[in-house]
Protein backbone atom coordinates (compact mmCIF):
# COMPACT_ATOMS: atom_id res chain seq x y z
CA UNK A 1 0.00 0.00 0.00
CA UNK A 2 1.11 3.36 -0.91
CA UNK A 3 2.24 5.56 2.49
CA UNK A 4 0.15 8.41 0.77
CA UNK A 5 -2.84 6.27 0.53
CA UNK A 6 -2.19 4.99 4.50
CA UNK A 7 -2.42 8.80 5.11
CA UNK A 8 -5.73 9.16 3.33
CA UNK A 9 -7.48 6.04 4.53
CA UNK A 10 -5.96 7.43 7.92
CA UNK A 11 -7.96 10.85 7.80
CA UNK A 12 -10.99 9.13 6.11
CA UNK A 13 -11.46 6.58 9.07
CA UNK A 14 -11.10 9.85 11.63
CA UNK A 15 -14.43 11.43 10.17
CA UNK A 16 -12.65 14.91 10.00
CA UNK A 17 -13.57 15.67 13.28
CA UNK A 18 -11.05 17.02 17.02
CA UNK A 19 -7.63 18.08 16.44
CA UNK A 20 -4.34 18.47 17.68
CA UNK A 21 -3.66 20.69 20.73
CA UNK A 22 -0.61 22.02 18.39
CA UNK A 23 -3.07 22.74 15.52
CA UNK A 24 -5.75 24.11 18.01
CA UNK A 25 -2.98 26.89 19.37
CA UNK A 26 -1.42 27.32 15.84
CA UNK A 27 -5.16 28.12 14.53
CA UNK A 28 -5.98 30.14 17.64
CA UNK A 29 -2.88 32.06 18.16
CA UNK A 30 -0.60 31.93 14.85
CA UNK A 31 2.23 32.27 16.28
CA UNK A 32 5.49 29.75 16.27
CA UNK A 33 6.46 30.79 19.79
CA UNK A 34 3.01 29.85 21.09
CA UNK A 35 3.70 26.44 19.18
CA UNK A 36 7.16 26.30 20.82
CA UNK A 37 5.76 26.52 24.41
CA UNK A 38 2.58 24.53 23.80
CA UNK A 39 4.93 21.65 22.13
CA UNK A 40 6.96 21.73 25.90
CA UNK A 41 3.57 21.97 27.80
CA UNK A 42 2.13 18.44 25.78
CA UNK A 43 4.89 16.52 27.11
CA UNK A 44 2.92 14.29 29.39
CA UNK A 45 -0.06 15.91 28.83
CA UNK A 46 -3.43 15.20 27.15
CA UNK A 47 -4.08 17.60 24.76
CA UNK A 48 -7.30 19.47 26.31
CA UNK A 49 -5.11 20.22 29.07
CA UNK A 50 -2.73 21.80 26.76
CA UNK A 51 -4.66 24.08 25.34
CA UNK A 52 -6.37 25.35 28.17
CA UNK A 53 -2.97 25.76 29.61
CA UNK A 54 -1.40 27.67 26.77
CA UNK A 55 -4.31 29.76 26.09
CA UNK A 56 -3.93 31.05 30.05
CA UNK A 57 -0.91 31.55 29.59
CA UNK A 58 -0.56 33.47 26.72
CA UNK A 59 -3.83 35.42 27.66
CA UNK A 60 -1.73 36.96 30.14
CA UNK A 61 2.11 36.84 28.53
CA UNK A 62 2.25 37.30 24.63
CA UNK A 63 5.25 37.54 23.85
CA UNK A 64 8.78 35.95 24.33
CA UNK A 65 9.77 39.43 26.06
CA UNK A 66 6.77 39.46 28.30
CA UNK A 67 7.35 35.71 29.16
CA UNK A 68 11.56 36.31 29.90
CA UNK A 69 10.38 39.04 32.85
CA UNK A 70 7.89 36.98 33.98
CA UNK A 71 7.60 35.61 37.24
CA UNK A 72 8.17 31.83 37.60
CA UNK A 73 5.56 31.15 40.28
CA UNK A 74 2.81 33.01 38.30
CA UNK A 75 3.81 31.07 35.10
CA UNK A 76 3.83 27.40 36.76
CA UNK A 77 -0.09 28.89 38.62
CA UNK A 78 -1.56 29.51 34.99
CA UNK A 79 -0.25 26.01 33.43
CA UNK A 80 -0.77 24.25 36.61
CA UNK A 81 -3.08 21.25 35.07
CA UNK A 82 -0.09 20.63 32.87
CA UNK A 83 2.29 17.39 33.97
CA UNK A 84 5.48 19.02 35.33
CA UNK A 85 4.14 22.71 35.23
CA UNK A 86 7.08 23.70 38.44
CA UNK A 87 9.51 22.98 35.88
CA UNK A 88 7.70 23.37 32.62
CA UNK A 89 7.79 27.01 33.93
CA UNK A 90 11.31 27.38 34.45
CA UNK A 91 11.99 26.04 30.72
CA UNK A 92 9.54 28.32 29.53
CA UNK A 93 10.68 31.39 31.19
CA UNK A 94 14.62 30.04 29.91
CA UNK A 95 13.76 29.37 26.37
CA UNK A 96 11.97 33.09 26.43
CA UNK A 97 15.34 34.46 27.61
CA UNK A 98 17.51 32.33 25.09
CA UNK A 99 15.45 33.82 22.49
CA UNK A 100 15.23 37.57 23.47
CA UNK A 101 18.77 37.50 24.02
CA UNK A 102 20.05 35.56 21.39
CA UNK A 103 17.65 35.81 18.39
CA UNK A 104 16.12 39.49 18.65
CA UNK A 105 12.27 37.70 19.61
CA UNK A 106 12.35 35.63 17.00
CA UNK A 107 12.00 31.98 17.10
CA UNK A 108 14.30 30.77 14.98
CA UNK A 109 12.90 28.87 11.80
CA UNK A 110 15.67 25.89 11.32
CA UNK A 111 16.11 22.93 12.62
CA UNK A 112 19.72 23.84 14.32
CA UNK A 113 18.77 26.95 15.66
CA UNK A 114 15.56 25.08 17.27
CA UNK A 115 17.85 22.45 18.98
CA UNK A 116 20.01 25.42 20.58
CA UNK A 117 17.28 26.33 22.95
CA UNK A 118 17.56 25.04 26.35
CA UNK A 119 14.94 22.16 26.41
CA UNK A 120 14.39 21.83 22.99
CA UNK A 121 14.97 18.45 21.36
CA UNK A 122 14.04 17.18 18.30
CA UNK A 123 10.69 16.40 18.01
CA UNK A 124 9.86 19.85 19.85
CA UNK A 125 11.92 21.56 17.11
CA UNK A 126 10.11 19.64 14.52
CA UNK A 127 6.82 20.18 15.95
CA UNK A 128 7.37 24.10 15.46
CA UNK A 129 8.51 23.63 11.93
CA UNK A 130 5.61 21.80 11.26
CA UNK A 131 2.61 23.80 12.82
CA UNK A 132 4.36 26.98 13.91
CA UNK A 133 5.98 27.57 10.30
CA UNK A 134 4.56 25.06 7.78
CA UNK A 135 8.03 23.86 6.74
CA UNK A 136 8.32 20.29 6.06
CA UNK A 137 9.38 17.93 8.89
CA UNK A 138 7.96 14.64 10.34
CA UNK A 139 8.01 15.36 13.93
CA UNK A 140 7.93 11.63 15.90
CA UNK A 141 6.00 11.37 19.36
CA UNK A 142 4.95 8.07 20.74
CA UNK A 143 1.79 7.83 18.45
CA UNK A 144 3.67 8.53 15.49
CA UNK A 145 6.47 5.82 16.47
CA UNK A 146 3.88 3.62 16.97
CA UNK A 147 1.94 3.28 14.66
CA UNK A 148 4.72 3.39 11.74
CA UNK A 149 6.20 0.50 13.94
CA UNK A 150 2.53 -1.40 13.95
CA UNK A 151 2.22 -1.07 10.46
CA UNK A 152 5.19 -2.52 9.38
CA UNK A 153 5.95 0.88 7.90
CA UNK A 154 9.69 1.00 9.97
CA UNK A 155 10.92 -1.81 12.15
CA UNK A 156 12.93 1.22 14.44
CA UNK A 157 13.50 1.38 18.05
CA UNK A 158 13.50 4.68 18.27
CA UNK A 159 11.76 7.75 17.66
CA UNK A 160 14.87 8.86 15.45
CA UNK A 161 15.42 6.12 13.66
CA UNK A 162 11.56 6.23 12.71
CA UNK A 163 12.23 10.38 11.58
CA UNK A 164 14.79 8.77 9.43
CA UNK A 165 12.71 5.85 7.70
CA UNK A 166 9.39 8.11 7.36
CA UNK A 167 11.17 10.83 5.36
CA UNK A 168 12.48 8.18 3.33
CA UNK A 169 9.04 6.63 2.57
CA UNK A 170 6.97 9.52 2.78
CA UNK A 171 7.25 12.22 -0.28
CA UNK A 172 8.24 15.37 1.09
CA UNK A 173 4.77 17.57 0.30
CA UNK A 174 2.88 14.72 2.50
CA UNK A 175 5.74 15.31 5.86
CA UNK A 176 3.94 17.80 7.37
CA UNK A 177 0.56 16.10 7.86
CA UNK A 178 1.94 12.63 9.22
CA UNK A 179 2.51 13.79 12.76
CA UNK A 180 -1.33 15.29 13.12
CA UNK A 181 -2.89 12.33 11.05
CA UNK A 182 -1.08 9.89 13.29
CA UNK A 183 -1.31 11.61 16.50
CA UNK A 184 -5.35 11.62 15.83
CA UNK A 185 -5.55 7.98 14.60
CA UNK A 186 -3.33 7.07 17.83
CA UNK A 187 -5.72 8.93 20.29
CA UNK A 188 -8.96 7.07 18.33
CA UNK A 189 -8.22 4.50 16.54
CA UNK A 190 -4.99 2.80 16.80
CA UNK A 191 -4.60 3.80 20.83
CA UNK A 192 -1.79 2.22 22.84
CA UNK A 193 -3.61 -0.18 24.61
CA UNK A 194 -6.26 -2.11 22.85
CA UNK A 195 -5.95 -0.39 19.20
CA UNK A 196 -9.49 -0.72 17.89
CA UNK A 197 -8.54 -2.63 15.19
CA UNK A 198 -12.04 -3.62 14.22
CA UNK A 199 -12.85 -0.45 13.26
CA UNK A 200 -9.10 0.48 11.59
CA UNK A 201 -8.93 0.56 7.22
CA UNK A 202 -5.74 -0.73 7.19
CA UNK A 203 -6.23 -4.59 8.92
CA UNK A 204 -5.20 -5.67 4.99
CA UNK A 205 -1.84 -3.81 5.33
CA UNK A 206 -0.68 -3.77 9.31
CA UNK A 207 1.74 -6.32 10.60
CA UNK A 208 0.60 -6.02 13.95
CA UNK A 209 -2.80 -7.09 12.75
CA UNK A 210 -1.54 -9.44 10.13
CA UNK A 211 0.59 -11.27 13.08
CA UNK A 212 -2.26 -11.79 15.32
CA UNK A 213 -2.30 -8.93 17.90
CA UNK A 214 -4.37 -6.84 16.57
CA UNK A 215 -6.52 -9.91 15.66
CA UNK A 216 -6.82 -11.30 19.25
CA UNK A 217 -7.91 -7.80 20.25
CA UNK A 218 -10.68 -7.57 17.60
CA UNK A 219 -11.71 -11.25 19.05
CA UNK A 220 -11.92 -9.99 22.40
CA UNK A 221 -14.08 -7.32 21.35
CA UNK A 222 -16.26 -9.64 19.86
CA UNK A 223 -16.54 -11.26 22.97
CA UNK A 224 -17.37 -8.31 24.75
CA UNK A 225 -20.39 -7.19 22.15
CA UNK A 226 -21.52 -11.01 22.29
CA UNK A 227 -21.57 -10.22 26.38
CA UNK A 228 -23.19 -7.45 26.88
CA UNK A 229 -25.88 -8.64 23.53
S1 LIG B 1 -5.01 -2.74 12.32
FE1 LIG B 1 -4.98 -2.31 14.53
S2 LIG B 1 -2.82 -2.19 15.10
FE2 LIG B 1 -2.96 -2.01 12.86
S3 LIG B 1 -3.01 0.21 12.46
FE3 LIG B 1 -5.11 -0.50 12.57
S4 LIG B 1 -5.72 -0.18 14.72
FE4 LIG B 1 -3.47 -0.09 14.63
Known sequence: MDPVEILRAMKASLGGGGETALSAVEG???DPFAVLVAT??????????????AMRLFGRFRTPQELAAADESEVAGLIRGVGFYRNKARAIINIAKEITTKHGGEVPRDLEGLLELPSVGRKTANCVLVYGFGLEAI?????????ANR??????RTPGETESRLMEIFPRNAWTEVNDTFV???KKICKPI?????SCPLTGFCM??????????QGEREREVK???
Do not use: N, Q
Not at 194 to 198: E, F, L, M, Y
Open 184 to 186: MFG
Open 28 to 30: KLK
Open 194 to 198: GPRCW
Open 40 to 53: VLSHRTRDERTSEA
Open 151 to 156: LGLVAT
Open 208 to 217: YYKTGSGRRT
Open 227 to 229: RKS
Open 139 to 147: PVDTHVHRI
